[in-house]
């Protein structure tokens, strides 16, 4: 039985959105928390997408001191390259964290595979739809569609840093799986790449809000992994890097 099937199909889950919660911001040393948080992340990727179509470098700045130049013309471009080490192992039905304007949904679409894309970006989600790819507009830790009957959940372009907590994401992406099924993991390309803190996504117009984010290699991500009963079972090395996680047997994907 596919894990898509039950009480409700894939299609009427992609018609039940939901805006984000109301409750009021939490602060905490200067950096939004909670879902407050979730939404001005959305809003600085929003304003990400905006300056990229206009041409304009996107970059993000930790809190570290680090600077990143953001990959959002790849992202708004077709699966291509190294994309094929993930969408090559998804067989059953996906679920995309992240998904940005869709390019890894819209490819699995194309292979005859049922996939969607989750964002809480409107410029993200609103792309995702322009090129015909299943999306729904939610926070990655709130309520999604057939949470425990995907076959695999991605986590690409970095998205492993979400919320800043590589070991609470991998919880909640675990939870989301089937039995028997795979996390796919984009890391850092130093496989040692360990770092937690803010970042602040840049643009011509100027800052968005400090936000949690984290890196981690694909070493690093094997120890956190293998502490929530999570096997890495592939890799991939190079100026991308991927890994596959599987649940360990009796253990469970339950969120704590």
């Given amino acids: 039985m596919s ?13 039940r959105e939901r805006g ?26 929003d304003t990400a997408f905006d ?11 930790r809190s570290d001191g680090a600077e990143i130049a953001l990959a959002v013309q790849r992202w708004r471009g077709d699966a291509a390259g190294d994309d094929a080490w993930l969408l090559d192992r998804c067989t059953g039905p996906v679920l995309d964290l992240g998904c940005g ?11 005859g595979i049922r996939a969607l894309g989750v964002d809480a970006s409107a410029a993200a989600v609103a792309q995702c739809r322009a090129r015909g790819a299943a999306v729904v ?14 076959q695999h959940v991605l986590l690409a372009d970095g998205n492993i840093g979400i919320g800043g ?22 890391t850092d390309p130093d496989p040692g790449a360990r770092w937690s803190g803010t970042a602040r996504v840049h643009t011509p117009d100027g800052a968005g809000m ?44 339950e969120e704590v």
């Avoid at 894990?3 to 018609?15: T, V, W």
């Avoid at 919660?21 to 809003?43: L, M, N, T, Y």
């Avoid at 990229?52 to 700045?61: D, E, F, I, N």
């Fill in 3 to 15: 894990p898509l099937a039950g009480r409700r199909g894939l299609a009427g889950e992609e018609r």
């Fill in 20 to 45: 984000t919660s109301d409750r009021a911001p939490e602060e905490q040393g200067g950096v939004i928390k909670g879902p407050q948080a979730r939404r001005s992340e959305a809003e600085a990727i």
């Fill in 51 to 61: 300056a990229a179509l206009a041409g304009a470098p996107v970059r993000m700045l």
């Fill in 101 to 111: 304007p869709g390019r890894l949904v819209a490819a699995l679409a194309r292979r």
């Fill in 137 to 150: 507009r939610r926070d990655v830790f709130g309520a999604l569609p057939a949470a425990g009957r995907w």
């Fill in 165 to 186: 907590d590589p070991a609470r994401l991998l919880r909640r992406a675990a939870a989301l799986l089937a039995p028997g099924g795979t996390l796919l993991v984009e």
């Fill in 210 to 253: 400090p936000l949690p984010w984290a890196v981690v290699g694909a070493a690093v991500l094997r120890e956190v992994a293998a502490g929530l009963g999570l096997r890495m079972s592939a890799t991939a090395a190079g100026p991308r890097s991927f890994a596959e996680l599987h649940v360990e047997p009796g253990t469970g994907g």
